[in-house]
């Protein structure tokens, strides 16, 4: 058997777009805030995605979805996730995400909340022979100049294989890659992510498959990927609070941070976080990252508790500092960098209009 010598510091492509590593941030809604997809390009993931974005909400013109828009040049290559499920809304939406930036238009097949299925949009779209999300991919790709991808899970009910089914179907209807999270719907985040199906998906395609579900090491990444042949490993909950695990898949090698690393790093993330959310919306949503933070037993457990009950940032940043003193100098040398942001030209408030757990 050939030996698999593929690095995950590879440059690929989709279609024509260069993607400068083999480690892909996921969409994760409610966490995949600007801040985070920059936290990750600066630790070596090749590709970041935001988290979806109703293509309802964008086609109703409504400011909050729009916000989510926001893209920068740092960010790049990007790539904007839609869900929807009318073909005509879902173009007219990714012809606004790729006016706004986006460098991909993603369309999001896997998401299993009801508040998503029920509209017949998310994973109900490999359904049915997937025709109804052929159309869609269709339409979009029709629509766009830019690479039109697909993220799926193995389809709705557990055992489920329709991915086997609409995965060449999407292929044909034009979309350039396709991401698979091998969890039926119904499993929601139970068991495991079974990556044989990833494998049996890139034999039956010839785009490159991005492969998603449980990989946390770089022992599993190296596994499914040479496992699977998928052409990219994509990292979720293994990245919420641990950039480093990113760093350390593309530099093949253990990252460990220092405490003063994880609490300068951390109050970078709330800095950049405030500056996108503004103060109030920002306590709220960095509360569930205070916990990512400072998992791993490296913290008492009553800071984390202490986070959890503080009411503004400057707070939350003298406690991690009372924690880690020798944070001080790295926090200063971070100040310039964040102030650089304003001049990407990207200083409007983002009001987050939808929080869903689980998007895919
Ligand atoms: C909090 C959360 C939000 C998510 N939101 C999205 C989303 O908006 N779009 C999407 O395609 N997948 C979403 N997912 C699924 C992830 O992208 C990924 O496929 C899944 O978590 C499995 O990968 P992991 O084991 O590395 O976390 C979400 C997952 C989580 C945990």
Aim: proline content about 5%; aromatic content about 4%.
């Amino acid at each position: 058997m050939a030996v698999d010598v593929r690095s995950l510091a590879d440059v690929w492509t989709i279609g024509d777009v260069e993607i400068p590593g083999r480690v892909v941030l996921a969409p994760m809604a409610g966490v995949s805030v600007q801040a985070f997809r920059r936290q990750g390009r600066r630790h070596g993931a090749g590709l970041v995605c935001s988290e979806m974005v109703s293509a309802c909400g964008l086609g109703h013109g409504n400011e909050r979805t729009k916000d989510y828009l926001r893209i920068a040049p740092d960010e790049r290559p990007l790539a904007v996730q839609i869900f929807g499920s009318d073909p005509v809304q879902m173009a007219e939406a990714a012809r606004m995400c790729v006016a706004a930036g986006a460098d991909i238009v993603d369309i999001n097949m896997g998401c299993p909340v009801r508040k998503v299925t029920k509209t017949g949009a998310g994973a109900t779209l490999t359904e049915g022979g997937a025709e109804r999300g052929a159309r869609i991919v269709e339409a979009v790709a029709n629509a766009v100049e830019v690479p039109v991808t697909v993220k799926m899970r193995r389809g709705v009910d557990n055992g489920s294989r329709d991915f086997a089914v609409a995965g060449p179907r999407f292929e044909a209807a034009g979309a350039r890659a396709l991401t698979l999270h091998p969890r039926s719907a119904k499993q929601m985040y139970t068991g495991t992510a079974d990556h044989a199906l990833t494998a049996e998906l890139v034999s039956l395609v010839s785009v490159p498959v991005i492969a998603s579900g449980d990989i946390d090491s770089r022992e599993r990444a190296r596994v499914v990927l040479e496992t699977t042949g998928c052409a990219a490993v994509m990292i979720g909950r293994g990245a919420q609070g641990n950039p480093w695990l990113l760093q350390s898949l593309r530099e093949d090698r253990d990252v460990r941070p220092t405490n003063e690393q994880v609490v300068a790093e951390h109050i970078r993330f709330v800095r950049e976080t405030v500056r996108e959310l503004g103060e109030p919306r920002a306590v709220h949503f960095l509360r569930k990252f205070h916990a990512w933070y400072l998992r791993r037993g490296r913290f008492p457990r009553t800071l984390r508790q202490e986070l959890s009950t503080l009411q503004t940032t400057a707070e939350v940043e003298a406690a991690l500092l009372a924690a880690a003193p020798g944070a001080a100098p790295l926090i200063a040398q971070m100040e310039a960098d964040i102030a650089a942001l304003d001049a990407l030209g990207d200083d409007a408030e983002l009001d987050l209009p939808i929080s869903l757990y689980g998007g895919g």
